[in-house]
């Protein structure tokens, strides 16, 4: 059975979107019964984690541009803990997180490393690429405090900017549609 139609801010998401953008959400029951995620307890049953409105999915894109920035391989782990944290939409912040892969992630770790290397005013290192663990320690060493704070830099930078974005873009939304029926009423006076 289908739930009541999503509304937020005025915005009557309609049955047929609603369908939709269901067949590809997992679906809550299973994931409560999942046993990985059993240790966030009853914080899986939080309405903003699966509802799309206006809060939890500016929080979603927060808590997952934020998470790209890390420069780890399980930012979709961290997302989905984040967003399960900050009561954000679960599957979008989940599906998000896959801004940062294996082919965008090393532009955006170089271009942390060089912002971090002019905050730090440091001159970018080159350095010789060989594929063993001891050249990843050793270069990790060298430019690890310049990578390191340019992806909080960008991840804060990202974060607020999505968060501001999607709040803007859902109240200009909420606007227009007021203004159209504001338009259609008058027309029918």
């Excluded at 290397?117 to 270069?139: G, R």
């Amino acid at each position: 059975m289908l739930p009541p139609p999503i509304i937020s801010c005025g915005v009557v998401i309609s049955l047929k979107l609603q369908r939709r953008i269901n067949r590809f959400l997992p679906d809550p029951a299973k994931i409560k019964q999942n046993r990985f995620l059993r240790v966030f307890g009853s914080r899986l049953y939080r309405n903003n984690l699966w509802q799309l409105n206006r809060r939890s999915v500016a929080g979603a894109f927060a808590v997952s541009l934020f998470m790209a920035w890390v420069p780890l391989p399980c930012q979709m782990l961290l997302a989905a803990g984040a967003a399960i944290l900050f009561s954000a939409n679960l599957p979008v912040a989940v599906a998000l997180a896959w801004v940062s892969n294996p082919v965008t992630i090393p532009p955006m770790l170089y271009f942390a490393y060089k912002t971090g290397a002019a905050l730090l005013q440091q001159p970018p290192l080159h350095l010789p690429f060989e594929l063993n663990t001891q050249w990843l320690l050793q270069s990790l060493q060298q430019v690890g405090p310049s990578l390191l704070l340019g992806c909080l830099l960008c991840a804060l930078c990202c974060s607020l900017a999505g968060y501001i974005a999607v709040r803007g873009l859902w109240r200009y939304s909420v606007v227009r549609s007021w203004q159209r029926r504001s338009q259609a009423r008058s027309l029918y006076n």
